[in-house]
T-cell receptor, first 114, second 110 residues
Framework: NAGVTQTPKFRVLKTGQSMTLLCAQD?????MYWYRQDPGMGLRLIHY???????AKGEVPDGYNVSRLKKQNFLLGLESAAPSQTSVYFC?????????????FGDGTRLSIL | RKEVEQDPGPFNVPEGATVAFNCTYS??????FFWYRQDCRKEPKLLMS???SGNEDGRFTAQLNRASQYISLLIRDSKLSDSATYLC???????????FGTGTRLTVIP
């Protein structure tokens, strides 16, 4: 059982380039999330989705876009990468919005913007 | 003010020691509480949920004090494998996401 899978695992971009990070989950979870983790900042929510075809902004959405065309996939896009977006990106999913539901994380994407 | 605050540590303890971490949260409407564990360069993984009455899972004990808005994690008989960063996590009523503390780093020394 794969759980939450993120691709790619590593990527180096030049400022201004675009790219898409893919998150796939095989647990039939309704909710999916994209976080970034920076030293001393903890994980911060970028965008999230409460179901297929829906997306919403999180705490730090600027510079990112997302899409959830299929229930199992949640894509994070950087249209014009900036050095401030150098970070480790984690995708997560949870079955529903009940408050006691923990989230299951992918193993992260390390992104460097030069 | 951050939603969740933790002492970043690091905590360096010998094997077999007992160590405790505290975490405070700012929103009194916070509803659910968790401790996650994150190994170096790995993803966070759920360690345990924290219940109002306190709960124990083997060598790990979690407690919640709603009046003072803090959560604690106690690790007894520390093992080398306990070395990791421990993240305090809170959800709020009506919110769709988790709020993470910055984590407390623990190193267990042989």
């Amino acid at each position: 059982n794969a759980g939450v899978t993120q691709t790619p695992k590593f990527r180096v971009l030049k400022t201004g380039q675009s790219m898409t990070l893919l998150c796939a989950q095989d647990m039939n979870h309704e909710y999916m999330y994209w976080y970034r983790q920076d030293p001393g900042m903890g994980l911060r929510l970028i965008h999230y989705s409460v179901g297929e075809g829906t997306t919403a902004k999180g705490e730090v959405p600027d510079g990112y876009n997302v899409s959830r065309l299929k229930k199992q996939n949640f894509l994070l896009g950087l249209e014009s990468a900036a050095p401030s977006q150098t970070s480790v990106y984690f995708c997560a999913s949870s079955p529903d919005r009940r408050p006691n539901q923990p989230q299951h994380f992918g193993d992260g994407t390390r992104l460097s913007i030069l | 003010r951050k939603e969740v605050e933790q002492d970043p540590g690091p905590f360096n303890v010998p094997e077999g020691a007992t160590v405790a971490f505290n975490c405070t949260y700012s929103n009194s409407a916070s509803q659910s509480f968790f401790w996650y564990r994150q190994d170096c360069r790995k993803e966070p993984k759920l360690l345990m949920s924290v219940y109002s009455s306190g709960n124990e899972d083997g060598r790990f004990t979690a407690q919640l004090n709603r009046a003072s808005q803090y959560i604690s994690l106690l690790i007894r008989d520390s093992k080398l494998s306990d070395s990791a960063t421990y993240l305090c996590v809170v959800t709020q009523t009506g919110a769709n996401n988790l709020f993470f503390g910055t984590g407390t780093r623990l190193t267990v020394i042989p």
